[in-house]
């Protein structure tokens, strides 16, 4: 059976892309997650492809770094499949690692710089971010999410307080108010200190 698995790493990315080529290449079924590829510990549709391919399977990925972006985890999840009887196959990239073939070194040295680029792209974009946050703080930028206006905490409270006439629970203060019911909670507990 032909396998596809598609990743992206963030909510706002797209998969549509990756899962039409995979179609395109016969995949009778696809696994796809969005979740960062740095680990395989919140990968939960590869381990769903894991705990489903039988021997002889085949697993289609678009691009190596689609897979991870970790040279360790590429090769031993590549290695486990192997072993397993399941043959890789790297569209864009031009790649296969067959079940039970050594394959070529030539193939097995492009797959190490591949993977090598993929985890150097993403060492970049933390180290970069990082940078970012930290030039950021030294100029007094506030980073995270943005408060809500004290007038929206107030009136939070006061229906909070009201809540006994009102028949509102927190969830629907927090609904009307467009105010976090853990702010809520932590502003509650600051008023009655």
Known sequence: MKIGYARVSTVGQDLESQENLLMEYGCE????????GTST??????????????????????KIDRLARSIIDLNKIVSDLNEMGVSVYFIKDNLEFQAGDEGNSMQRLMFNVLGSFAQ?????????????RERAKAQGKHLGRKGKAEKDVKKAIRLYKERDQNGM?????????????????????????
């Not at 079924?29 to 960062?36: A, G, L, P, Q, W």
């Not at 150097?120 to 970012?132: A, K, M, N, P, Q």
């Open 29 to 36: 079924r696809i696994f796809v997650e969005k979740v960062t």
């Open 41 to 62: 510990a919140q990968r939960k549709a590869l381990q769903d492809l894991f705990d489903k391919i039988r021997e002889g399977d085949e697993v289609y990925v678009t």
């Open 120 to 132: 150097f792209e993403r060492d970049l974009i933390v180290e970069r971010t990082t940078e970012g």
């Open 169 to 193: 629970s927190v969830t629907d203060i927090s609904k009307l108010t467009g105010v976090p019911r853990s702010t809520i909670y932590v502003k509650v507990k600051e008023y009655k200190e």
